[in-house]
């Protein structure tokens, strides 16, 4: 499918006034970058940039797109004749998948031609805005949940293809897996399931229910015991499969006092390998309250899609520099109220000290590289082509390193500041 | 595209322990419905029945699905060869489109055999949900606005396809035009669009930039009129379009006071027809306390993808009813602590006043229809054919009569409880 579409009607208009009066062709740079990080966030993750690389390759105006634009009049001849040859043939560079950002980090820069550049801003802020929310709470549950894995589940609260979306951000950022086929399909993310109360419910009993899926999936599958009385399923469950039950699903209730209790249970049982899976609108916050509690993984759903309360990151997509009509690039900046913005092509570093900790996200306009820093911008698209794919494991890991150099204070879970401030050259 | 894979990882194990012990083929009611509305929403709004038919028609597991399935080993060979098979041959009612709903309203049905039912659960609540959510917010922002009319222009703020999905809704709801092209595109909404600062910046002078847009696009266009400083620029639009300048749009500021100054500037300089269209994260309250301003019209986007704070709408699909082993239909419901469940399949009626006027949702088991009622269910899929599509537009004249239908409390604003009891007849 041609992602041309998934485009704002006035980056056509805009394109048409500016083909017509001869600047459409000058060079331009575009910067996208966030004034804030979700609210109390103390870091925000990149992520996104895997997908968005795939939707610039589908980035083309085809038959059907064009006759839309022509049906509607959105756009008049000359500028239909020239997305009909549009291809990127620029630039684009940008922090790597899975690194932390802070306000003001220049995290994807395109340069291009004014034409070719701003026809892309709607679809690059669609997949970052959506991903980097998505980042920005899957990290932090991560964190709060420890060595204990998650299962990510949230693919029936959020749009069918932002599930997707979600399951591989999830997987990015340190979940064990997702239960949506798609995301294991589309980018290779583990998938995993347990049962639904559905299938209690459709057995004449909870016994015949379990067996049924014991005897289907064997005795290390995942039984959910709580349709009816919690003690009764799983003494039932144990009955059934023996100590190498793999695990129980608890999805109501107070999880850490019903997991006491079912642990206990468990271990009388014998079934002392047996593991204890717990759900129910769990986020970051209660994640991090089960930690004393005998839970051995979560499954998180709402929170995980919806960004635990931040959907959306607040990533803008600017103007910064571009050529004036002597052909000399030139900074700019539009000067509305309450919304600043910084002229200027920028680089960016992160400052680490002599620990290898994180200390301050430098973003200058010279370019020149600070001593004791990383530079975080790597080339994504050179002349069109795209040269920074990667795998998602890469990323996943990229996304461990890049939590494990920021401060301690970065890992707090409680609402507060930047872990690190962003310091500008200019 | 198949929408099979949009699906979680269990309900295709479910599946296969199901066909494992024969009872796969027992007939079952899968319903959807809320336990509660979006937080002290007073209304709640279908939304997305006519993507679910689409998503329905393209459930089919062909051989890149089976394939994967294979590959990872997510189910066995008689579950991959069922699955090869597979279409839905049940029987779906439903709200229709536009529709209000209550906690309890049984918003859609799904009736067929157990296994064909269950595979469409996450799909189905994946679509509903996030339809649901933004009609939620939409609808009342619509109100707000009273007659002004309202753009939407979020795509940039959410994933790339769900911003298509929350076009969609928001014109179902109201919304005068989206920017969103492929929703143009894919669903008819108009499509609309301004300019953004980087069109200005773009150019050497705010005054170039203004007089290409009007060359290219007419005096009837709206400039974007805060890039540097808004009285300056005024005058400069009407300067160069003469007093048939259609619009100005403001993006930044305090938007009463700005909309003050440059209606009277607007006057002064002749352009009473000129209109004055504010953008700038507004919302349905802000929204509203624009309603004395002379503001003409509205640009919505963050708010409006994101459901206004309720970025999904906490729709479950639960099995209701299904055979037992003799053949006979049995209600069933789980007893899981704190997510009440009321087994058995529904019918719901809006029940009416003298006046017309909304007092109740009876939910009942009979089926009978109360006097003074309208049903609320009509038929969608009738033996796995879909005979419940419909044009957009019938879905957008329903919603406004549905809305209009609610007595007067439903459209408050603030924070509040159900506009009508929900009433079951059990």
């Known amino acids: 499918m041609s992602s041309a579409l998934l485009t704002d009607h006035y980056e056509l208009t805009m394109l048409q006034a500016a083909l017509r009066d001869g600047v459409a ?5 575009f910067e996208v970058f966030a004034r804030h990080l979700p609210e109390g966030r103390r870091y925000g993750v990149v992520a996104g940039t895997g997908r968005l690389l795939d939707a610039l390759r589908d980035f083309r105006f085809g038959e059907r797109e064009l006759a839309f634009l022509r049906e509607n009049r959105v756009v008049d001849e000359p500028t239909l004749e020239f997305l009909s040859g549009y291809r990127f043939s620029g630039d684009v560079y940008g922090y790597r998948e899975g690194d932390c950002y802070f306000p003001g980090s220049p995290i994807l820069t395109v340069e291009g031609t004014f034409a070719e550049a701003v026809l892309l ?9 959506h991903d980097c929310a998505i980042a920005a709470a899957a990290s932090r549950m991560v964190h709060a949940a420890g060595p204990r894995p998650i299962i990510e589940m949230g693919s029936r609260r959020t749009h ?4 997707v979306a979600a399951a591989r951000t999830a997987y990015l950022c340190g979940f064990a897996s997702s239960s949506n086929l798609m995301a294991g399909h589309l980018y290779g993310v583990p998938t995993a399931g347990t049962a639904a109360h559905a299938f209690t419910l459709l057995h004449d009993s909870e016994k015949a229910a379990f067996r049924a899926q014991i005897d289907s999936l064997g005795a290390g599958t995942t039984l959910l015991v709580d349709t009816y009385d919690v003690a009764e399923a799983v003494r039932t469950g144990v009955e059934l499969a023996g100590p190498d039950l793999g695990a129980v699903r608890l999805d109501s209730g107070d999880l850490a006092e019903v997991a006491y209790a ?4 468990l271990d009388e049982l014998g079934a002392h390998k047996t593991r204890i899976i717990v759900t129910s609108d769990l986020d970051e916050y209660t994640i991090a309250a089960l930690a004393a509690a005998p839970v051995d993984g979560y499954g998180v759903g709402t929170s995980l899609v919806t960004g635990s309360g931040a959907p959306t990151a607040a990533l803008v997509y600017k103007l910064v520099a571009r050529q004036d009509e002597e052909g000399v690039m030139r900074p700019v900046a539009k000067r509305s109220v309450g919304k600043p913005s910084r002229g200027g092509r920028k680089h960016a570093f992160r400052r680490l000290d002599e620990s290898g900790t994180a200390d301050a996200e430098l ?5 020149e590289r600070p001593a004791g820093s ?3 911008q790597v080339e994504l698209v050179r002349g069109g082509e795209i040269v920074g794919g990667e795998p998602l494991e890469a990323a996943r890991e990229r996304h461990r390193l890049a939590v494990a150099e920021l401060p301690a204070t970065a890992r707090q879970l409680a609402r507060g500041y930047e872990a690190v401030p962003t310091v500008f050259d200019e």
């Open 262 to 265: 079912v642990r206990a249970q």
């Open 363 to 367: 973003v200058t306009v010279s370019g």
């Open 374 to 376: 990383r530079p975080l």
């Open 160 to 163: 069918e293809m932002a599930a």
């Open 25 to 29: 062709s000058r060079r331009a740079t």
């Open 121 to 129: 801003e709607t679809v690059v802020l669609s997949i970052l805005n």
